[in-house]
């Protein structure tokens, strides 16, 4: 969005997969330390999706880090970046926390199903 036109927006992406299967986000994170054109989202049907904008006349801008067993079971409702290592971060949904990084396409950490629905979640500053 620019504030002087807040009316519209100044940019669209439809966020699909591999298949073209629409998908719904519910989660965003950006942090300019890990770049000014990188995003993280979470979606509805518990995928992640890596998006980068530099790509994006390529249509390579999206690509979705796993949609089969490490995927979440329902929406991820929290996405943040590690303050530190910016390259890892994690995402919350369904009754689980899960690691991941950049570099792979799975979780590298997920936590034992809690009887409670999870819906946040944050690094812990030390």
């Not at 926390?97 to 570099?103: G, K």
Request: with cysteine; charged share 20%.
């Amino acid at each position: 969005w620019d504030t002087r036109r807040l009316g519209e927006p100044t940019d669209r992406l439809i966020l699909s997969n591999s298949n073209g299967t629409v998908l719904g986000g519910s989660s965003l994170e950006y942090n300019l330390e890990a770049g000014p054109t990188k995003y993280l989202v979470g979606t509805e049907q518990g995928i992640v999706l890596s998006v980068n904008l530099r790509k994006k006349k390529t249509n390579d801008s999206i690509t979705a880090l796993d949609s089969g067993s490490g995927k979440h079971h329902g929406p991820i409702y929290s996405v943040q970046r590690n303050p530190t290592h910016n390259k890892f971060f994690m995402t919350v949904g369904d009754w689980t926390a899960r690691v991941w990084s950049e570099d792979g396409k799975t979780p590298i950490m997920t936590t034992k199903y809690c009887r409670s629905y999870l819906t946040s979640g944050c690094w812990s500053p030390t």
